[in-house]
Every structure is written in structure tokens, then in C-alpha cells.
């Protein structure tokens, strides 16, 4: 579990070890907020423990001072539970970036961030939000079809690490999921 600095670790009396999310931060409350540069280690941490080839602290840095972007942390407590990044051209935009701490999934965060980033989609008056995820990503692929994204076309051989075909989703702003 990453601990912010300023921050410091309860540990079970019984083990001494950290406690985990589960054990204290599941049961509060999720709320979403704009990430602000402070929580750009925490988001790395997750980004770290997320995808093959995460993103650098660098590059969040350089999107939090687009006008043109959106990033968004989901809290439980104190703790940053995950994140997502939108960014939006004429009236079209793309989900960058969207996980969840390891300790935190299947618990619904993942989808409480995917309604923020189309919540800002509406309010920019965007008409159509894309996508790319990795084929075998069978959960995130599940929790976007959810939400009323289709497949509009397979990038073969996009990611690497290993070498895996990506697929472009789209849903359309005004479009309620089935």
C-alpha cells in the first residue's frame, strides 16, 4: 500500500503488518475530486502496479497543466483509491488513462470514475469519448461495455509487453448504456 509522506502506517496490534484497504478504507465512503499535483506519486504508485507500460510522473504533471484535460482521483478516506485522465479536441475526447489501486478493485471505483469522466464530457458538450484497452483486459473491457461503449476497430499489434492488439471503443455522450 502506498502512504502519502506526511502520512503514517497503522499497523494490526495482532501482526504488526500495514493495515490494507480492506481492513479500514473499504467501508468508507468513495468520493472524486480533480487530481492536483500533490497526489501524482500516489497516482504513480497505482499506475506502477496497473499496466506494463505505465505512465511517468512527468507525464501527469504535463497533463494536469492542460487546459484541455481532465484528471480525476477517487478517495476512500485518505487514501487515493484510483484515477482516471480524459483530454478533449473540438467535441470529441479521449479516456487516457482510468485504474484502480489493486487493494480497491471490484468494488465499483472503476465505474464511479468512468461516470466523472463522462460527467465532464457533458459539460464540455462533447459528443463522442474513445478509448483504447487491451483485448485481454477482459474486466476493463466488461466494466466499459457497461457503461455503453462498442467496438469500433482492433489496433493490431498496438501494445507491447507483451505484444497485444488494442480495441478502440467508443460511446457516444448522449447515449444511455443498454
Do not use: C
Not at 46 to 54: D, L
Not at 132 to 143: F, P, S
Amino acid at each position: 500500500m502506498y502512504v502519502r509522506p506526511e502520512q503514517s502506517v497503522r499497523s494490526k496490534p495482532e501482526t504488526g503488518q500495514p493495515e490494507r484497504p480492506e481492513d479500514s478504507a473499504a467501508s468508507e465512503a468513495v468520493s472524486v475530486r480533480a487530481m492536483r499535483v500533490r497526489d501524482v506519486p500516489e497516482v504513480v504508485y497505482i499506475e506502477n502496479r496497473s499496466f506494463r507500460v505505465p505512465w511517468s510522473e512527468s507525464t501527469f504533471k504535463s497533463l494536469l497543466r492542460q487546459p484541455h484535460a481532465a484528471l480525476f482521483v477517487a478517495e476512500t478516506g485518505d487514501q487515493i483509491a484510483g484515477y482516471a485522465a480524459v483530454w478533449f479536441v473540438a467535441d470529441e475526447a479521449e479516456l487516457g488513462d482510468l485504474a484502480v489501486h489493486p487493494d480497491y478493485r471490484r468494488r465499483g471505483i472503476g465505474s464511479i470514475l468512468l461516470r466523472r469522466a463522462l460527467q465532464e464530457a457533458r459539460g464540455r458538450k462533447i459528443r463522442v469519448l474513445y478509448l483504447e484497452v487491451r483485448a485481454g483486459n477482459e474486466d476493463a473491457r466488461r466494466l466499459y461495455e457497461r457503461s455503453g461503449f462498442e467496438v469500433m476497430t482492433v489496433r493490431r499489434g498496438y501494445y507491447s509487453q507483451p505484444v497485444e492488439d488494442a480495441l478502440v471503443m467508443r460511446r457516444l455522450i448522449d447515449a444511455q448504456p443498454r
